[in-house]
């Protein structure tokens, strides 16, 4: 897999990696495409580019197959996995048909990295409890620090 920065011309697949990343417990009918669009999701992406911003796009074969992303709220704006106005939040998803295989662990590492590099402490997510991803954030350093509904929100610590 090759590893970059998002680009402008990638947002359009970006944000359907923002609907991937919503979580669908086992037998339950899928979100609407839409809800991307509802404020509460989509300032997750509005705007992308504001400073703080940092994103990757994972490729196969020169086409995408995942984006990861990190971008930090304050605690009138906060997202799901808010932990502190310092710490951004992660969003990732992976295509579904190439899911399994290692690309999601990847794309965490890289985006990890260059956070470091940018200056970030560390980096919060939030997963619903019943979501299988999160073996894989506690997996990877991940710890929960608290919760939104029927999710935990977790950090890892970069430093």
Known sequence: MVV???????????????????????????????IVSEPVIAK????????????????????AVGAVWLRTFD????????????????????????????LGSAL???????ALKAGYASISLSVDYRNPARRLYQ??????VGVGGTSAIMKKELR
Request: charged share 25%.
């Open 4 to 34: 970059r920065n998002i680009a402008l011309q990638d947002l359009p697949f970006v944000w359907k990696m923002l609907y991937q990343a919503l979580y669908v417990p086992h037998g339950e009918p899928p979100w609407p495409e839409d």
């Open 44 to 63: 997750y992406l509005d705007g992308w580019g504001r400073p703080g911003d940092l994103g990757l796009i994972g490729e196969l074969d020169q086409n």
């Open 75 to 102: 605690l009138a704006h906060a997202g799901y996995g808010y932990v502190d106005d310092d710490t951004p939040e992660l969003s990732i998803a992976v295509v579904p048909e190439c899911r399994g295989h290692g």
């Open 108 to 114: 965490m590492s890289a985006i990890e990295s260059q």
């Open 139 to 144: 997996r990877l350093g991940y710890r929960e």
